[in-house]
């Protein structure tokens, strides 16, 4: 059976960059309507955090402040809720044996900009599975997570073509300038090739083995792009 590790934040805050906090966490649309899609297609999906840390869902992700319908709210909700017991002891990031996994999915939410875009662990088991051929898969602000694979020899990813959540985007519905730094430029500072497509589209792209999805609109054109890689 096809594994793959969804890696998600377990920050609950983001320090913005006045130096206050605000509560964040990991968007609900994009693991709910990941993992629904993958695991649909049969898929075997294990959720790991830094230390095995149950992650906590941004509350904007779930209201209507955050952009989402009461009844889309609902349905991911809903499916969160069947995932209750792998949320609330979620595997150790430090732990994973790469081989174990066809592919790593990092969903968003502003909480990867917080202890994703650093984490050792994270970028060994990036560099492994990317060297390994295997595909890997970031979603929206997720791809803060990408920028952890960056060392001497300059980042893992660079040269490659990818896409994210976009300034535009963040100016019109994130934290604008509030914003400890801005992910697009980010990647394209450290040598991403940065497509993207119009705010709140469903945008994705692929590079090979490097599947990047532009926001939460993206979630399941992302997801499907990775099956189709598998397949």
Not at 91 to 110: E, F, M, R, T, W
Request: hydrophobic share 40%; with cysteine.
């Amino acid at each position: 059976m096809t594994r793959v590790l969804m890696v998600v934040s377990a920050a609950d805050t983001l320090v913005l960059a006045d130096g206050t906090e605000h509560p964040t966490g990991y968007w609900a649309e994009e693991v709910a309507a990941s993992h629904e899609t993958l695991a649909g297609a049969g898929v075997e999906i294990d959720i790991a955090t830094p230390g095995g840390r149950a992650p906590t869902v941004d509350a904007l992700s779930l209201s209507e402040q955050g952009g989402v319908q009461p009844e889309d709210a609902e349905r991911f909700r809903a499916y969160l809720e069947t995932l209750e017991k792998e949320l609330a002891h979620p595997l150790d990031l430090a732990d994973i044996d790469p081989s174990a996994y066809d592919a790593v999915y990092i969903p968003g939410g502003h909480a990867p900009m917080t202890d994703l875009v650093e984490d050792p662990s994270l970028a060994a088991l990036l560099t492994a599975t990317d060297s390994a051929g295997r595909p890997v898969v970031a979603l929206c602000h997720g791809v803060a997570g990408l920028l952890s694979a960056t060392g001497e020899g300059g980042w893992l990813f660079g040269g490659r073509r990818m896409t994210g959540f976009t300034d535009t985007e963040e100016q019109q519905g994130g934290y604008g300038d509030s914003i400890p730094f801005s992910v697009e430029q980010r990647m394209r500072t450290a040598g991403g090739i940065v497509e993207t497509g119009e705010p709140w589209s469903d945008t994705v792209i692929v590079d090979g083995t490097l599947i990047t999805g532009q926001n939460p609109q993206s979630s399941v054109s992302t997801a499907k792009a990775l099956l189709a890689r598998l397949s």
